[in-house]
């Protein structure tokens, strides 16, 4: 039967969670299709505490009034209904991506907005056995790997939205077939989308032509590529524990728009464990549907193993590589450079004597004075030290200044004792990564640079062996 089927499934499911509570509420994602209005009248009679959401997509002419004759549909079933219509299209074009994926990105938004605002323990959607198949075949014909090919999972979890709200699939064992019998003999009333039916999206291609056709070939095609989803799927679970312990091993830093990776790690890697990290690094950037194929992976790990440049990559994501780190960015977001001394390139600010300037959350640089003594209880690799600067104090304007280098700046840096370099080119021939140099502080005096940070001090102001007072600056790692 349809129905202890469905909630045998939702158990299941949930048992992952700590099995179903009866008391919180499960949020119903209805289109007002044949397969949600299924999952709806199913479940209708069970006692649960259900709250059926709806989001029009304003999409179609007869958006509306569907929406509006759903919510007369729902108070006839005694559910509570939840709609909302949002402008897709134009979200599309404010967020420069395909209608697909903007529909996407708008209905989990708004499904894990009445979650959260009802304190619901799961969504429940209402992918069936021939969605399933849609979604293997898709993944496969973009070379998207394993993870792809198991489809799409009874139990998932979107980070990006919430750690603790999952998205539970009941009707993933159920056939279109079973739920059209189902919807025949319980009277059911589908609120058809007619875009279902246009050969213009992609899936809709698979379901309309590739899939019947495919069937004349093989008629136990539906049910082979599900046999084959669940045995990777499987497969796909021991390689996910790797997959976890070698991604925590690469990445140092994770950001909402960014992900950083240690290249040296990465390379340490099998090829197999270099293609997951990467994919699983870009899947984390991506809110919903990641969708990265062979050509993404194999672009971002070419640069990975060349160790310096950048790619663009699909679903408006980003690599970049800085020194040994691997930036993983979205929508135009800017390496978050930790491992380097960096700041916010609009920022001016003074530093005065016995005191310690904050750079970021990583790096900041202290200010004091020393006698001659104290300067000759350092060590040579100490006084060599590029974190350090021992500066002649006798000419300095204090407060000192620290801000970002400026366009055509120019220095005399220590060892050059006529003419004057443009940081940029000193940058470039410190190897400094290209992404870092912007936002690299420097210490000034008046308008004179004194200290490149972590670099060099100016020519200037070297210690002569006379000074009485000795000033030091430090580039330190907050404690």
Known sequence: MLVTRILRALNEALDQKGGLDVNRALVLA?????D??????????????????????ALRA??????????????????????????????????????????????????????????????????????????????FMRGSGMAGLTGMAPFSILKQFDENIPLIRPMLGINRAEIEVYALNNHLQPLEDESNEMPVYYR????????????????????????SAEVLRGDNALLQRLEETAFADCVSHEFAKEIVMNRKVFLELDLALQRRVIR??????CAINPDFGFEDIEKARQIIISGRGAVDLSLKTRLEMVGQDCHFLLQGAKPCILNLPQMKEESIYTLSINETLSLNQVWQINACMLSRTE????????????????????????????????????????????????????????????????????????ESVVWVVGLRIAHNWRL??????????????KP
């Not at 209805?30 to 044949?34: I, K, L, R, W």
């Not at 209005?37 to 989001?55: C, D, E, F, M, Y």
């Open 62 to 139: 007869v958006s509306a009034q569907q929406s509006e004759a759903l919510g007369v549909m729902m108070a006839d079933w005694d559910l509570p209904f939840i709609s909302r219509r949002v402008d897709v299209n134009a979200f599309a074009k404010q967020e420069k991506v395909g209608i697909e994926e903007a529909a996407r990105t708008c209905r989990y938004r708004f499904l894990f907005e009445i979650a959260h605002a009802h304190g619901a323990q799961a969504i429940v959607l209402a992918h069936n056995a021939d969605d399933q198949v849609e979604t293997v075949l898709m993944h």
């Open 280 to 285: 699983r690094a870009l899947n984390y950037l």
């Open 375 to 446: 300067f000759e209880s350092f060590s040579e690799e100490e006084k060599r030290g590029s974190n350090h600067a021992f500066l002649n104090p006798s000419l300095l304007k204090l407060p000192l200044t620290v801000r970002a280098m400026q366009s055509g700046e120019r220095w005399l840096p220590l060892g050059l004792r006529t003419g004057r370099q443009k940081l940029s080119d000193f940058f470039v021939n410190q190897k400094i990564p290209r992404s870092a140099r912007a936002a690299w502080p420097l210490v000034l005096s008046g």
């Open 36 to 57: 949600s209005l299924t999952l709806a009248h199913t479940l209708r009679g069970s006692g649960l505490n259900l709250i059926v959401a709806h989001l029009d997509h």
């Open 464 to 477: 002569t062996g006379d000074e009485f007072g000795i000033l030091q600056l430090s580039l330190e790692r």
């Open 204 to 227: 809709n291609k698979l379901r309309l032509h590739l899939i019947p056709y495919m069937e004349e070939l093989n008629p136990g095609l539906k049910q082979s590529v599900l046999r």
């Open 30 to 34: 209805v289109s007002g299709g044949m």
